[in-house]
């Protein structure tokens, strides 16, 4: 039975009464097939790979199933299984592979070690430039394993046409490196890493210096890594504390042929994902309808990239960040929290199993998780960790705890400041340590904490922002918090938040005709912000639009304000705002 003849069977399965005689067969494989679709359209992978594995026993001639039951096993993990489809794919013809299927094939030879079949395997059997690409590099490293890194070299030496080279550079680094010749690696290596971006070249680079001996170079090269949050930074952090203690990194040395393969997946599946991801945005932009987020086929690739080499960290991740986006919450923690802490990326990933938990309302469950992950975390400061801690715990209303958190990092950035100037990215611990301190009623705190933030980081908008608008908010210093809340628009012109502290300050002068048009452009750029929208409420009941004003304030309390704001809302509307002798006077 056709395709086009399951659907006739679905569209005709409504008039069936009583006496239908229609076969089970087709009642069954047209089930399985639409629930496929439907689990297909909620992201739900492992649904979809179940759903199509029952209609394939229904119709195995059916190659269009065939291929959807290969392609989401393949996604969801099952390697195995879907290399089983993969070879009845390939058995068809030529035709009912895109080479997706003989790729697969060849990551379990390669695997095995099994190097020649899996080069017949490939041998004409790819044609898409991406898939081609990925195969090319895959071919590189079957030629290491047949003939040795020199062989792998020449191979890689010959691209052909179709086939993008932009990664080639990482994989002529740890070819290189077999052979000793350590100019050439230093170069590739260099090459990789301010390159494309591609973060395992970041990671290798610095590696190679330490193994090199290129001690200075290397601190340098850390130094430089560490400005970035997340993992680079932990990347950094472990590669200066094996300086100290003469101990050079063997990471990404004696690569073997499916670890080389897996980079090359994985690389690809993070490109694919950052196109996709890009012009998804753009999209947005411009205004379109998107739809849910897909990511299937670079899930897939990076499934294959971890199953090469199960140790490798930043397949976990992307396929862990995928399944998040899809709100798999359970299978992307299963795959994030075999992350190691020896690994960079594994106070990120605990961070990310942290928000999955906040997403499903299980804050404790979320704290307990960053505080296992310090427990275990001995060898770094933990920064992002009591960062994420202290996230938590201020929207939970807990600011004592959020306090104690952000003490221990500010603590540590004060003790690095000693010799070197804080790093700029230091600029939001101390911005979150002031809120906090705000709401506990010790501003006298709070402002020194501001003001070190702007001292920091003179150039970051939301700094800026967050220091002039309590200066704003309290009627004090408002000269100084005009030029602060200006700078910050100037910086970021299209941030509501922004906006609306200048249309705040202009307020709080009492210059209530120049505050209504910015904080009505705010009220536009964040619609759901409860405290833009009291604002917008509380200049339209100055400029004695008070219907407008009792509008917006109780919009606001549509919006789910806090404690504080949801009191005060319920105040303005039963009673209005006080009147005011003059404008805003300066008090501190």
Same mark, same amino acid.
């Given at each position: 039975?056709?395709?086009?003849?399951?659907?006739?069977?679905?569209?005709?399965?409504?008039?069936?009464?009583?006496?239908?005689?229609?076969?089970?067969?087709?009642?069954? !494989?047209?089930?399985?097939?639409?629930?496929?679709?439907? &689990?297909?359209?909620?992201?739900?992978?492992?649904?979809?790979?179940?759903?199509?594995?029952? $209609?394939?026993?229904?119709?195995?001639?059916?190659?269009?199933?065939?291929?959807?039951?290969?392609?989401?096993?393949? $996604?969801?993990?099952?390697?195995?299984?879907?290399?089983?489809?993969?070879?009845?794919?390939?058995?068809?013809?030529?035709?009912?592979?895109?080479?997706?299927?003989?790729?697969?094939?060849?990551?379990?030879?390669?695997?095995?070690?099994?190097?020649?079949? /899996?080069?017949?395997?490939?041998?004409?059997?790819?044609?898409?430039?991406?898939?081609?690409?990925?195969?090319?590099?895959?071919?590189?490293?079957?030629?290491?394993?047949?003939?040795?890194?020199?062989?792998?070299?020449?191979?890689? @030496?010959?691209?052909?046409?179709?086939?993008?080279?932009?990664?080639?550079?990482?994989?002529?680094?740890?070819?290189?490196? &077999?052979?000793?010749?350590?100019?050439? &690696?230093?170069?590739?290596?260099?090459?990789?890493?301010?390159?494309?971006?591609?973060?395992?070249?970041?990671?290798?680079?610095?590696?190679? !210096?330490?193994? $090199?001996?290129?001690?200075?170079?290397?601190?340098?090269?850390?130094?430089?890594?560490?400005?970035?949050?997340?993992?680079?930074?932990?990347? $950094?952090?472990?590669?200066?504390?094996?300086?100290?203690?003469?101990?050079?990194?063997?990471?990404? !040395?004696?690569?073997?042929?499916?670890?080389?393969?897996?980079?090359?997946?994985?690389?690809?599946?993070?490109?694919?994902?950052?196109? /996709?991801?890009?012009?998804?945005?753009?999209?947005?932009?411009?205004?379109?309808?998107?739809?849910?987020?897909?990511?299937?086929?670079?899930?897939?690739?990076?499934?294959?990239?971890?199953?090469?080499?199960?140790?490798?960290?930043?397949?976990?991740?992307?396929?862990?960040?995928?399944?998040?986006?899809?709100?798999?919450?359970?299978?992307?923690?299963?795959?994030?929290?075999?992350?190691?802490?020896?690994?960079?990326?594994?106070?990120?990933?605990?961070?990310?199993?942290?928000?999955?938990?906040? +997403?499903?309302?299980?804050?404790?469950?979320?704290?307990?998780?960053?505080?296992?992950?310090?427990?275990?975390?001995?060898?770094?400061?933990?920064?992002?960790?009591?960062?994420?801690?202290?996230?938590?715990?201020?929207?939970?209303?807990?600011?004592?705890?959020?306090?104690?958190?952000?003490?221990?990092?500010?603590?540590?950035?004060?003790?690095?400041?000693?010799?070197?100037?804080?790093?700029?990215?230091?600029?939001?611990?101390?911005?979150?340590?002031?809120?906090?301190?705000?709401?506990?009623?010790?501003?006298?705190?709070?402002?020194?904490?501001?003001?070190?933030?702007?001292?920091?980081?003179?150039?970051?908008?939301?700094?800026?922002?967050?220091?002039?608008?309590?200066?704003?908010?309290?009627?004090?210093?408002?000269?100084?918090?005009?030029?602060?809340?200006?700078?910050? +628009?100037?910086?970021?012109?299209?941030?509501?938040?922004?906006?609306?502290?200048?249309?705040?300050?202009?307020?709080?002068?009492?210059?209530?005709?120049?505050?209504?048009?910015?904080?009505?452009?705010? @009220?536009?750029?964040?619609?759901?912000?409860?405290?833009?929208?009291?604002?917008?409420?509380?200049?339209?009941? *100055?400029?004695?639009?008070?219907?407008?004003?009792?509008?917006?304030? *109780?919009?606001?309390?549509?919006?789910?304000?806090?404690?504080?704001?949801?009191?005060?809302?319920?105040?303005?509307?039963?009673?209005?705002?006080?009147?005011?002798?003059?404008?805003?006077?300066?008090?501190?």
């Amino acid at each position: 039975m056709r395709l086009k003849s399951v659907l006739i069977a679905v569209a005709g399965a409504g008039l069936a009464l009583g006496g239908c005689t229609t076969a089970p067969q087709e009642n069954n !494989l047209a089930g399985d097939f639409l629930s496929g679709r439907f &689990a297909e359209r909620r992201n739900s992978i492992d649904d979809a790979a179940a759903a199509y594995a029952k $209609a394939r026993e229904h119709a195995p001639q059916e190659v269009p199933i065939l291929r959807d039951a290969f392609f989401y096993h393949l $996604a969801g993990g099952d390697i195995d299984a879907a290399a089983n489809y993969a070879r009845e794919i390939i058995a068809i013809g030529k035709d009912a592979d895109d080479g997706l299927a003989s790729l697969t094939l060849a990551a379990q030879a390669i695997k095995a070690g099994r190097y020649k079949p /899996a080069r017949a395997i490939l041998v004409g059997n790819v044609s898409s430039p991406l898939l081609k690409s990925v195969a090319f590099l895959a071919d590189v490293w079957i030629e290491e394993g047949i003939s040795g890194p020199s062989g792998a070299l020449d191979r890689i @030496a010959s691209p052909g046409s179709d086939v993008f080279t932009g990664f080639n550079a990482l994989h002529k680094g740890l070819l290189y490196e &077999a052979t000793g010749e350590m100019d050439k &690696a230093r170069g590739a290596f260099e090459a990789s890493a301010f390159g494309v971006g591609d973060p395992i070249g970041r990671d290798a680079l610095g590696a190679f !210096l330490e193994r $090199a001996g290129e001690t200075e170079d290397a601190r340098q090269y850390y130094a430089l890594l560490g400005a970035e949050p997340g993992p680079m930074r932990r990347e $950094a952090e472990m590669g200066l504390a094996r300086l100290e203690k003469g101990r050079a990194s063997k990471e990404y !040395l004696n690569t073997t042929p499916a670890e080389g393969a897996a980079y090359a997946f994985y690389a690809f599946a993070g490109a694919v994902i950052q196109q /996709a991801a890009g012009e998804r945005a753009r999209a947005e932009e411009a205004g379109f309808r998107v739809g849910d987020p897909r990511y299937n086929y670079p899930l897939a690739l990076a499934r294959i990239a971890l199953y090469l080499n199960p140790d490798l960290a930043e397949a976990r991740r992307l396929i862990g960040t995928i399944l998040n986006i899809y709100e798999e919450y359970d299978a992307a923690s299963e795959v994030l929290a075999a992350i190691p802490p020896s690994s960079p990326h594994f106070e990120q990933a605990r961070i990310e199993m942290a928000g999955m938990l906040l +997403v499903q309302d299980k804050a404790k469950e979320a704290i307990r998780i960053l505080k296992d992950a310090l427990r275990r975390d001995v060898d770094s400061d933990g920064q992002e960790l009591h960062w994420s801690l202290a996230n938590i715990y201020a929207n939970e209303g807990d600011h004592e705890e959020a306090v104690k958190a952000l003490n221990a990092i500010i603590a540590s950035v004060e003790k690095a400041s000693d010799e070197t100037p804080p790093e700029k990215a230091a600029w939001r611990f101390y911005v979150s340590r002031g809120a906090s301190l705000i709401e506990l009623g010790r501003w006298d705190d709070a402002e020194k904490d501001l003001q070190r933030a702007v001292e920091i980081a003179p150039e970051e908008p939301a700094a800026l922002n967050y220091l002039g608008y309590s200066w704003a908010e309290r009627g004090v210093n408002l000269d100084e918090a005009f030029k602060l809340i200006e700078k910050a +628009v100037e910086l970021e012109p299209d941030s509501g938040a922004i906006i609306d502290s200048l249309g705040w300050a202009h307020y709080q002068r009492g210059e209530y005709e120049k505050a209504a048009p910015y904080l009505e452009q705010a @009220a536009a750029l964040e619609p759901s912000d409860p405290t833009i929208t009291d604002h917008l409420g509380d200049v339209y009941w *100055r400029l004695g639009r008070k219907i407008e004003a009792g509008y917006q304030w *109780r919009r606001s309390l549509e919006l789910e304000p806090n404690e504080k704001l949801e009191k005060q809302l319920h105040e303005k509307l039963e009673r209005g705002l006080p009147e005011v002798e003059s404008a805003a006077p300066e008090k501190q």
